[in-house]
Nanobody, 127 residues
Framework: QVQLVESGGGLVQAGGSLRLSCAAS????????MGWFRQAPGKEREFVAA????????AYADFEKGRFTISRDNAKNTMYLQMNNLKPEDTAVYYC????????????????????WGQGTQVTVSS
């Protein structure tokens, strides 16, 4: 079982940027796709982005429209989410997770397709 810890959240003004990190421990996570999700108060957890085990393939939710970039550094057991041009509607708790699917993981975007989860990091965007 891999343990995941998110960091980098905070309060930012609309139009600002944040870089989230997800550090893995317990074992290497380089063999599985990884993803980011978010959950706003009163809403369901939703897919944000996913990345293949090698980092060569990525997938994004439509709402991002080029504002977010997912990446990973397997040598450091860390995944990142660079978020630019943030909007108030991006306010949520952001979670990183490890896919259950070794093959095609970035195309399986439901929360149930992911196994290990971090505790989340709060992102608040003020208008």
């Amino acid at each position: 079982q891999v343990q995941l810890v998110e960091s980098g959240g905070g309060l930012v003004q609309a139009g600002g940027s944040l870089r989230l990190s997800c550090a893995a421990s317990g074992r290497s996570f380089s063999s599985l796709p990884m993803g980011w999700f978010r959950q706003a108060p009163g809403k369901e957890r939703e897919f944000v982005a996913a990345i293949s085990w090698s980092g060569g393939s990525t997938a994004y939710a439509d709402f991002e429209k080029g504002r977010f970039t997912i990446s990973r550094d397997n040598a450091k057991n860390t995944m990142y989410l660079q978020m630019n041009n943030l909007k108030p509607e991006d306010t949520a708790v952001y979670y990183c997770a490890e896919s259950r699917h070794r093959v095609g993981g970035i195309d399986r975007r439901g929360p149930s397709d992911f196994g290990s989860w971090g505790q989340g990091t709060q992102v608040t965007v003020s208008s």
